[in-house]
């Protein structure tokens, strides 16, 4: 069994105890286009393994001085990694041995084919590729890189690997080296530092009064919350909204809580105009943001915002609005050019997220940037259309807004910017 770190390694290591294997990681670094990273020219891997595709480094007209700036940086992170894996043992050999590869799931699956032909350049019989996650096309993706390809899971609607787990916290080194020295010796004792899958303190359907009507919502609270994260929801979309609630995910594990709640009541959505009523979102956002500031395990928590498409206007909006103390916002594809006016008097730090391949809402958003005073960033991931359906971008923008919101609602943040 051959765990990928760090994420594979916990998921390879329950296989291999079930199936009584030994255990190894595999450690690999693709080669990446320096100009589009997740396009692989190649793969290396441990005792000198080198793959190359030489179609793909024909098609990008690399140099051979861009090449060997590319692989002289992936060889030092794959020495750091692998002496701080290994601690002083051994790789386990491949040679004529079937190589079962393992990782947490596959989203653009560059790293996963790089594993395939490190394993087959080290001797493996037969490679397998197993994941508990991943699209629907995985198992065509991997035909002649793998022998046998194994996946759990193939939802319809596959945005990135962290919406199969309850828990998708980051494993750490120390977990990889604690399973793999476990492994070794036969242990079946808990992991010390591993991240402990705790029951949030509060996980409920909620309702709020905003204004002449009640709202329903979903709150989580983490143990220990550092901020409260608010959704407005785009045009169609609830509480229930897969994304939404995969993104809200990612923020309950890196201890922020979450209120998802709809902002249209089920009989205000059968007229489509209140759906792009930005002053009446906004206003509902501003009501159950006060309603959060009478509850007692949320009062003392900074606020932060997060609007999807017709949301993100209302939230830009909402954020304006003297009542509240919006600490940071974030857009996922959102539309904020529907704040009209109101974008001038923003000065909670923005994050506006859009996909690469959203080109008019792209526009809109860059457009916005200018005209927000306060701080604003873009970023844009690549490859990524409006809804973030492409494997592995809901994954990047979710993380974008965990990292952005972490950073604005920490106590050292909120001293800074009182």
């Not at 992991?191 to 009064?209: C, F, G, I």
Request: charge should be negative; include cysteine; hydrophobic fraction near 45%.
């Amino acid at each position: 069994m051959l765990g990928l770190p760090r994420g594979g390694v916990p998921v390879a290591f329950e296989v291999a105890k079930a199936l009584q294997a030994p255990l190894d990681v595999l450690v690999v670094r693709k080669l990446g286009v320096p100009f589009q990273p997740e396009l692989a020219f190649g793969a290396i891997g441990e005792d000198g393994v080198r793959v190359i595709n030489d179609a793909v480094l024909r098609e990008a007209r690399l140099s051979a001085d861009e090449v060997a700036a590319v692989e002289a940086k992936q060889r030092a992170e794959l020495a750091r990694r692998s002496e701080r894996f290994r601690s002083g043992h051994d790789r386990i050999p491949l040679a004529g041995r079937t190589a079962v590869i393992v990782d947490d799931g596959v989203a653009t699956g560059a790293t996963a084919r790089a594993a395939c032909e490190v394993a087959r350049a080290q001797g493996a019989k037969r490679v397998v590729l197993a994941v508990p996650i991943g699209g629907r096309d995985v198992f065509e993706r991997f035909a002649g890189y793998a022998d046998d390809v194994v996946c759990l899971h193939t939802p319809e609607f596959f945005f990135a690997v962290g919406q199969g787990y309850r828990n998708f916290t980051q494993t750490s080194d120390d977990e990889v080296v604690a399973l793999l020295d476990r492994a070794r010796d036969g242990s079946r004792g808990p992991v010390a530092d591993a991240a402990a899958d705790d029951p949030p303190l509060r996980d409920e359907e909620v309702r709020v009064r905003a204004g002449s009507v009640a709202v329903a919502g979903h709150l989580t609270i983490p143990e220990h919350p550092v901020g409260v994260v608010l959704f407005a929801h785009g045009s169609g979309s609830s509480r229930h909204s897969p994304r939404n609630r995969y993104v809200a995910d990612v923020l309950n594990g890196a201890g922020l809580a979450t209120l998802l709640f709809d902002l249209l009541t089920p009989e205000e959505e059968r007229n489509r105009a209140n759906v792009f009523d930005i002053e009446l979102l906004a206003r509902r956002l501003v009501d159950v943001t006060g309603w959060l500031s009478h509850q007692q395990d949320t009062a003392a928590l900074p606020v932060g915002y997060f609007g999807a498409s017709t949301g993100a206007g209302a939230a830009l909006v909402a954020a304006t609005d003297p009542r509240v103390n919006v600490a940071a916002v974030v857009s996922r594809g959102g539309r904020p050019d529907l704040a009209g006016p109101f974008l001038a008097r923003v000065h909670a730090p923005t994050l506006l997220i859009v996909g690469g391949n959203d080109d008019v809402v792209l526009e809109l958003n860059r457009q916005a940037r200018a005209a927000i005073p306060g701080k604003c960033e873009l970023a844009v991931v690549p490859g990524a259309t409006h809804l973030f359906e492409e494997p592995g971008t809901l994954e990047r923008a979710a993380m974008l807004a965990r990292d952005w919101f972490i950073e604005h609602l920490s106590p050292a943040a909120l001293t800074a910017n009182p």
